[in-house]
C-alpha cells in the first residue's frame, strides 16, 4: 500500500474564503475515493490554525499499489481537482510512502 501526503498553503488571506477553499478541496478530492479504482482512502481536513506557519490543509490518501496512485494521478476526475486546487493555493508539499 501507498501512502500519499500532500500539504497545501491557502492564496486567499480573508478567514470566510480561506474556509471556502478548504472546503472546496476536501470536497473534490474526498469524492475521488468512489470514482477511481485502487484508492482505499481520501482524507482532507484543515489545520487548527493554533501556530502560525503550518500548512493549511493536508490530504492523506492510500492507494493499493504504485501504479494506482499512478492511475489515481492521471485520471480525469483527479485532474479537474488539481485544477481547482491550483487556483486557490500557493505552494504544496508532496510525500509517498509504502506502508
Not at 64 to 81: F, G, I, R, S, T
Amino acid at each position: 500500500m501507498i501512502r500519499h501526503i500532500v500539504l497545501f498553503r491557502l492564496a486567499a488571506t480573508d478567514d470566510a474564503q480561506r474556509r471556502d477553499d478548504a472546503h472546496g478541496i476536501a470536497e473534490r478530492l474526498e469524492a475521488l475515493e468512489t470514482q477511481i479504482a485502487g484508492i482505499q482512502s481520501i482524507r482532507v481536513d484543515r489545520d487548527l490554525g493554533l501556530v502560525d506557519g503550518h500548512w493549511d490543509v493536508a490530504l492523506v490518501s492510500e492507494h493499493d499499489d504504485n501504479a494506482a496512485l499512478e492511475a489515481y494521478q492521471a485520471h480525469p476526475a483527479h485532474k479537474e481537482a488539481a485544477a481547482y486546487i491550483a487556483s486557490v493555493i500557493t505552494d504544496r508539499a508532496v510525500v509517498d510512502y509504502s506502508v
